[in-house]
């Protein structure tokens, strides 16, 4: 099994935490109470190793965080040796992309890990499912903006659940493969242009399992 | 999830109804409750009676109590400006509050009050809640455009709101509502209510130091001196509330921790012991944190993760363990306990001046001084308001700051002659010496007194013991 870690990053009340109980717990609460500080979640997926097949756990440790401008001072302790953030904003409140795209700015400029995957996701497409004119950002928009700065993007629900899986499954899927090119590269020490941050980023295999917090 | 401390037996409810134990708290729950109405008859009831009923076992026992001790308590600590006093906000005006462009801050806050009471299941009841909790924030705001409104201010507001819940005159509270809760804000609640949380972190940070005083182990095998403890911050900020969220009240006389929370806070004009409380939360799990500790090291990179992690573990198993009744139990012992500590003048408290900014409510406002003068720290609206400027100001300082700058920062802090002389100077001295500075000093406060007998009778039997603990706690 491998070890994750993995941080929601957005605007207030774009639906942060939505996401991440949709994804462990699979519940839904319209009206979820706002996070304060930061919470911890973690989860578990499989995927299959494109050359063997063979099925692979891989354990997300989830980091989600409080969404006011005031809480921005604390993110870079739960960003710190991050593998992969979820960047979300919301599709029917135009500011939250401007948010969002905030984040993305200050991932690249201190994590400084070229690795670290970031997948950007709209939320709430359910709404605009009801009423059209609900929408504010395009996808058009949001893809473009995502291809532009190399993110991964998808639009999902939280409510339906639409895509919230396939999001998740596609993190781990490219962090998988991240770490298979790592280890081709450096098997036994880093020794490549990137050799010591790539080390520092490499995930940790599990030893204890059924032991560990808050599974 | 092996947890240990509930190996013991758990009655069921109908058991426990039928209980001696049960039995004996009702009565003396219900003595307590005729005791506090009684005072409350008064016209002018002590402050200093209400305050030690608001301390000891069960706070003020229901939520009628509790509006009417709050209010005294709450007019007691704060003298409200010349310009406001007879200022009430019209019904008019409380359409206004609930207009965007009142303050900066508005978006956020009907953010987080519609999400807010989800857990109160008729719609109609949450919906009025929601409003009332809406219209008392940004009351409080409207009066003071200087406080920044946080995540977590809507759950410390909402505790007022349904201390004053009461499903026939909801709305003719929020007046009073907004009264209390703007002084509660101005005293106790200023290092939080900055643009930044800055202040609130120093305060978090206190924590480790006051578990150094007694167990320095476990400081040091989480390292929490060496990162910034947020994993407390959210139990801070809203001084529990949002982790106990506080429920309508049934007919029977129900226990609320949170209620009884916010009455020792404000009983004792303390913003220390909840970071007293948590201190002793850390140190009565500590063989638990130190089995997590073990079996977690190999699953985080970075010990912040780790530690936070499980400590937000222990928490969440503290407030779901047992059935209903037992919930929080482990909880409700602490706060007997710093209700002890707190009468016995035993608290333990580690020297501020250089943790946080000299303008922060633990270091004036909500010092904890009130039981131990015995004098009623009442402050004046103008200077709460002066304080509050020079804090965010100082504030904007801080804020670009980090480390070592931080600790000169409030090394370089100057204080009032008097605190100084009291808690640098003299400290220093041999205790003889400072014995008989103490001894002259009474015995010319005595020649005064004399004169008057009434006085005197309260001297004999409050100051001198208050001296004789306080010299032997913190001078000898």
Same mark, same amino acid.
Request: hydrophobic share 40%; net charge negative.
């Given at each position: 099994m491998l070890q994750f870690k993995l941080v929601l990053l957005g605007d207030s009340s774009v639906g942060k935490s939505s996401i991440v109980h949709r994804f462990v717990k699979d519940t839904f609460d319209e009206l979820r109470e706002s996070t304060i500080g930061a919470a911890f979640l973690s989860q578990s997926i499989k995927i299959k190793d494109p050359n063997s097949e063979e099925d692979v756990v891989i354990k997300f440790e989830i980091w989600d965080t409080a969404g006011q401008e005031r809480y921005k001072s604390l993110a870079p302790m739960y960003y710190r040796n991050a593998n992969a953030a979820l960047v979300v904003y919301d599709v029917t409140e135009a500011d939250s992309l401007v948010k969002a795209q905030a984040w993305v700015n200050?991932?690249?400029?201190?994590?400084?890990?070229?690795?670290?995957? @970031?997948?950007?996701?709209?939320?709430?497409?359910?709404?605009?499912?009801?009423?059209?004119?609900?929408?504010?950002?395009?996808?058009?928009?949001?893809?473009?903006?995502?291809?532009?700065?190399?993110?991964?993007?998808?639009?999902?629900?939280?409510?339906?659940?639409?895509? @919230?899986k396939e999001v998740f499954q596609t993190i781990g899927e490219k962090l998988y493969e991240i770490k298979q090119v790592e280890l081709a590269k450096n098997p036994g020490n880093g020794n490549g242009i990137n050799g010591d941050q790539v080390n520092i980023n490499l995930p940790r295999p599990s030893t204890n399992d059924s032991t560990s917090c808050c599974s | =999830?092996?947890?240990?401390?509930?190996?013991?037996?758990?009655? $069921?409810? $109908? !058991? /426990?109804?039928?209980?001696?134990?049960?039995?004996?708290?009702? &009565?003396?729950?219900? %003595?307590? /409750?005729?005791?506090?109405? !009684?005072k409350l008859l008064d016209p002018h009831p002590t402050w200093l009676t209400v305050s030690l009923l608001g301390i000891t076992e069960y706070g003020f026992v229901n939520n009628e109590l509790r509006r009417q001790c709050w209010s005294v308590l709450l007019n007691n600590q704060f003298t409200r400006g010349k310009k406001t006093k007879n200022k009430k906000i019209d019904i008019k005006d409380k359409i206004c509050l609930l207009q965007p462009e009142v303050h900066n801050d508005y978006n956020q806050v009907q953010l987080d009050t519609n999400r807010s009471f989800g857990y109160i299941k008729d719609p109609n009841v949450k919906a009025r809640l929601k409003e009332t909790l809406q219209t008392v924030i940004m009351g409080v705001l409207t009066k003071n455009p200087g406080l920044s409104y946080y995540q977590g201010y809507h759950d410390i507001a909402s505790v007022f709101v349904m201390v004053f819940y009461d499903e026939k005159a909801i709305n003719q509270n929020t007046d009073e509502m907004i009264s209390l809760l703007h002084i509660f804000t101005l005293l106790y609640l200023r290092d939080f209510m900055m643009d930044s949380l800055d202040f609130a972190i120093d305060q978090i940070k206190v924590i480790p130091q006051i578990i150094s005083k007694s167990d320095k182990r476990l400081v040091n095998k989480l390292k929490l001196d060496k990162q910034d403890p947020l994993f407390a911050i959210s139990s801070i900020l809203t001084l529990y509330s949002h982790h106990f969220k506080p429920q309508l009240e049934t007919a029977e006389l129900e226990f609320d921790l949170i209620y009884e929370i916010f009455d020792l806070i404000i009983a004792t004009q303390s913003m220390m012991l909840p970071l007293v409380m948590y201190?002793?939360?850390? %140190?009565?799990?500590?063989?638990?944190?130190?089995?997590?500790?073990?079996?977690?090291?190999?699953?985080?990179?970075?010990?912040?993760? %780790?530690?936070? &992690?499980?400590? !937000?573990?222990?928490? =969440?198993? $503290?407030?779901? =363990?047992?059935?209903?009744?037992?919930?929080?139990? !482990?909880? /409700? $012992?602490?706060?007997?306990?710093?209700?002890?500590?707190? =009468?016995?003048?035993? &608290?333990?408290v580690p020297s501020l001046k250089r943790s946080v900014n000299k303008y922060s409510p633990l270091l004036t406002t909500t010092a904890n001084v009130n039981l131990n003068t015995l004098e009623l720290t009442t402050y004046k609206e103008e200077d709460l308001q002066k304080l509050l400027k020079k804090a965010i100001s100082l504030n904007v300082v801080r804020k670009n700051m980090n480390g070592p700058d931080i600790n000169k920062l409030y090394r370089q802090q100057n204080y009032p002659f008097l605190i100084q002389m009291m808690e640098n100077k003299y400290r220093k001295m041999p205790p003889l010496v400072k014995m008989s500075i103490i001894i002259g000093i009474m015995a010319m406060i005595i020649r005064v007194m004399d004169k008057e007998n009434r006085l005197f009778y309260r001297f004999e039997t409050v100051i001198i013991p208050y001296f004789l603990s306080t010299l032997k706690s913190k001078w000898l």
């Open positions: 200050e991932l690249k400029q201190k994590v400084g890990d070229e690795n670290l995957v @970031i997948h950007l996701v709209g939320n709430k497409v359910d709404l605009v499912e009801e009423e059209p004119s609900k929408r504010v950002i395009t996808v058009e928009e949001a893809t473009k903006y995502a291809a532009d700065e190399n993110l991964l993007f998808k639009e999902v629900s939280a409510k339906t659940g639409l895509n @919230i | =999830m092996g947890t240990t401390w509930l190996d013991t037996e758990i009655p $069921s409810l $109908s !058991q /426990y109804r039928d209980s001696i134990e049960y039995n004996t708290t009702n &009565v003396a729950r219900n %003595l307590k /409750y005729r005791i506090i109405k !009684q201190s002793k939360f850390l %140190l009565l799990n500590k063989e638990l944190l130190y089995k997590e500790y073990e079996l977690n090291l190999v699953n985080f990179e970075n010990l912040n993760d %780790l530690v936070h &992690v499980i400590v !937000q573990k222990i928490i =969440m198993t $503290s407030l779901t =363990m047992g059935d209903d009744l037992n919930v929080c139990r !482990q909880w /409700y $012992s602490i706060l007997n306990e710093v209700r002890l500590d707190f =009468m016995k003048n035993k &608290v333990k």
